[in-house]
């Protein structure tokens, strides 16, 4: 009887146990990072930005090398995600919306944001109505989504291959990287907490100016404001590595941008606001907005200023704040009636919270003609600079400047 070759058996145990790349465990940490991060860019530019909302083109290079990743990292398929975002947009913070914290809890989301997305993507009725437009070649059908889980096993058995038994924590992170960052904090945090820009008709807040760990998925208020744009910062001072990225393919003609957030223009000041005024407005109504409310946090600090000088109690001035510059119906319950004692003890503030909600509702009301629209706005113009008020008088002169 012949005896087992050790040297040969203990080569396979080691093997089994180390697996092919010796690495430190740093060196784990970073390859991990690595293909997670890779994930992460898969999903905002491949599912998200181009497949989703359609704000650019992918040339097939690199259009397939995301769909072959995702299946490999993610087995999530392509019409399903999609297929799911587009509905949260449709029905955002309402009870059909699949993955909103306002309607289902910010606990349920951001632990159970996975099994939200599995109960969705088995609605038919979701797919058959929002998943249009996504792949639908032959390997998408035969392989893709028809062995949809095949592709994570692979990536087991590669991460075994590599690292051994230490693959599994490698394979585990990389399960759990969508699930906990776009399922929960995405979905969750980013409609929960953070600050926004914009008055979104929804509660979408950005989690960080920086949007480096989740691609530029952290400037979600910035995106629910402009979905169709392929870039999601606004601000200077804001980064989004997505459209980093998208930007390097523009340049070797991987990526064709269809849209990016529109900049109000401004010109020469007109005698009177006229439809080209009216049109700035419309086309620039989430800039226009968030510019008045600056102006109204200005003067709402300048009034708290003067309660300070004569040893005055600003405290309700201090709270209401917070919501002046906000529409009302997103003004919670808890803090209408500080609000309406600001607005009683400050005419100031309260003239111009009454006007920006004239000026909102130019872009809301569909009854009216265009002719109709821009006599309103002249007259909204005209009164603001009549009221004496110099934050609403400078303001009405920049609009007047402003150019579609």
Not at 1 to 22: K, R, S
Not at 95 to 112: N, Y
Not at 345 to 370: G, I
């Amino acid at each position: 009887m012949m005896l087992p070759d050790w040297p040969v058996l203990n080569a396979a145990v080691d093997w089994l146990a180390n697996g092919m790349w010796q690495l430190s465990w740093w060196q784990v940490v970073l390859y991990t990072l690595a293909v997670t991060h890779i994930t992460i860019a898969s999903v905002t530019i491949f599912l998200h930005r181009s497949q989703a909302h359609r704000a650019l083109d992918l040339h097939p290079i690199p259009a397939h090398f995301f769909r072959f990743w995702l299946w490999l990292s993610t087995g999530m398929v392509t019409k399903e995600w999609v297929a799911i975002h587009r509905k949260h947009h449709a029905k955002c913070e309402t009870a059909d919306d699949p993955h909103s914290p306002q309607a289902k809890g910010i606990e349920t989301v951001l632990w159970r944001g996975a099994e939200l997305y599995r109960a969705e993507a088995k609605n038919q009725e979701t797919l058959a109505k929002f998943g249009h437009g996504t792949p639908n070649d032959w390997i998408e059908r035969n392989l893709y989504t028809r062995y949809s889980w095949q592709g994570v096993g692979l990536m087991l058995i590669i991460n075994l291959a590599l690292f051994g038994v230490l693959g599994l924590t490698v394979w585990a992170v990389q399960m759990l990287w969508i699930p906990v960052t776009a399922a929960g904090i995405i979905n969750g945090i980013g409609h929960y907490w953070g600050y926004r820009n914009f008055e979104a008709p929804d509660a979408s807040t950005n989690i960080s100016p920086w949007g480096m760990i989740i691609g530029g998925e952290e400037l979600h208020n910035n995106h629910h404001t402009y979905p169709t744009s392929a870039k999601f910062s606004v601000k200077k001072y804001e980064f989004d590595l997505g459209w980093v990225y998208i930007s390097l393919m523009r340049r070797i003609g991987w990526a064709t941008v269809k849209k990016v957030p529109p900049k109000l223009q401004l010109g020469a000041v007109r005698p009177v606001a006229d439809e080209k005024t009216l049109e700035a407005l419309i086309a620039n109504r989430y800039e226009v907005m968030a510019a008045y409310g600056r102006e109204m946090k200005r003067v709402c600090k300048t009034e708290i200023a003067t309660l300070k000088a004569k040893r005055a109690d600003f405290s309700v001035l201090k709270t209401a704040k917070r919501w002046l510059h906000r529409d009302e119906d997103r003004v919670p319950a808890s803090a209408r009636p500080q609000l309406a004692q600001a607005r009683a003890a400050h005419p100031v503030l309260d003239k111009m919270v009454a006007m920006r909600e004239e000026l909102r509702q130019m872009w809301l009301n569909t009854s009216q003609s265009r002719e109709q629209l821009t006599a309103e706005l002249q007259s909204w113009c005209r009164r603001a600079e009549e009221s004496g008020i110099v934050a609403l008088q400078q303001f009405s002169q920049r609009l007047r400047s402003a150019h579609a």
